[in-house]
């Protein structure tokens, strides 16, 4: 087996039982639903309607085992012979395997140590989310192989980036990194297009990031991301205020202490990404199996999140508008 394969395969495999372990931990002597989940969502307190989202969160953990869907081989294209995705089936292999890392990033950040640098990974989940439904939107497979070829070719010109980037950070002495980059790149775009014209197919692009959202991002319960999720990457005033900040007194809550609402807001965001993200991934990767748990934990999720959407848009504009 390739090295690089059987090392992202035991990379993944560690990092999801690393996940799995804590959410184990986080529901230890807590047997069947979470507290106050046999309740009406409106009638639970902030810290039970957060709870009821991890009991949520950690069943869809289970039932989805992304360590032995990296053991099953995708199906790339022989042709095509560096580590960057080429084919829709690798492509999609690739987002699932990241988006299910950033899911267990945004679950165990959100309930342990809660902070906004947290919301960069439910972030990631909706930008990988946008990219997996633009590629597969197409229902015919040469259209398909298209945009994979998009993707892959608008990997490269960020590689190339990345090698200008190396250039300037070069010291004396040093390999000539971004040189080894840049040639690369020049040779995977030349090989890229040689491919994509033997097949006959049409150079397309990768719509510009704000499309995407715009186009594939679903829900309205999603409507605040536009405005927000730049929070997570990105230190200033506002995200400090609209974090940590409590509605009317304006005093700091360190890791979102008495903030429930806002855990549970960002990880019900969390939990719909990822569900349409595998939901959008079982055609391509063959797992049927999972359709019954990604159908039981949007069923379970829907009241819990639209409460925990309404109650943090309040608190929202509370925080904006400190009279209200």
Known sequence: MNEDIQGLIDGVTRAWDQVVKQVDEMFRGMPGPAPGEHRSPAAMADSELAAALLAVAAGLIGAIDPARQATFPAVGDPRWRFNLPATVETHMRAM????????????????DHASSADLAAVGRLAEILVRARWLL???DATLRRERGYALTADAITWLRKTSGRAEEAGAVGQPDLAGDIADRTETMEARLTEIRQDDGLRAVKVPKRRKLLDAYLPGSGLALFALLSAAGSRPGAAPSALFYSEPGTGNAAYSFQRLQITRAY???QAIALYAHLCDTSVPVLGRDDWKESIATAEIRLRPLSQEAERRYQRRLQRGLHPGL
């Open 137 to 139: 939107e197409p229902a």
């Open 266 to 268: 960002w990880l019900a």
């Open 96 to 111: 699932f395997t990241e988006a299910s890392d950033a899911f267990g990033l945004a679950v165990t950040g959100l309930t």
